[in-house]
Nanobody, 130 residues
């Protein structure tokens, strides 16, 4: 059974930091692209940061570049999202996701993402207060 278990969300003041974690199981972690999406109330889901399975390249949504850092620990089958200098507009439910080599296209193409994402994790709420 495939599982993507996300954790680390919470309430933080603007300018603060949070680190999200996503523990994966049930599939070969190294063979999949993996990363984070988010969905704010009333808005479409968007890709935030993704890691390519081919060369480990990292991709970021423009609005989080320089503030968020994605990393992975293949020995632990875990992907992280370090979020710094958080803004109220970062408030959303954050979802961990895994997909094939095309997953990274989600950074530049609009939803829906069902053709790019093979597995979704449950969301974790991030709330940034002003």
């Amino acid at each position: 059974e495939v599982q993507l278990q996300a954790s680390g969300g919470g309430l933080v003041q603007a300018g603060g930091s949070l680190r999200l974690s996503c523990a994966a199981s049930g599939f070969t972690f190294d063979d999949y692209g993996i990363g984070w999406f988010r969905q704010a109330p009333g808005k479409e889901r968007e890709a935030v940061s993704l890691i390519s399975p081919s060369d480990g390249s990292r991709y970021y949504l423009d609005s989080v570049k320089g503030r968020f850092t994605i990393s992975s620990d293949n020995a632990k089958n875990t992907v992280y999202l370090q979020m710094s200098r958080l803004k109220p507009e970062d408030t959303a439910v954050y979802y961990c996701a895994a997909g094939g080599y095309r997953l990274i296209q989600a950074i530049i193409v609009p939803p829906p993402y069902h053709v790019l994402v093979d597995y979704w994790g449950q969301g974790t709420q991030v709330t940034v207060s002003s």
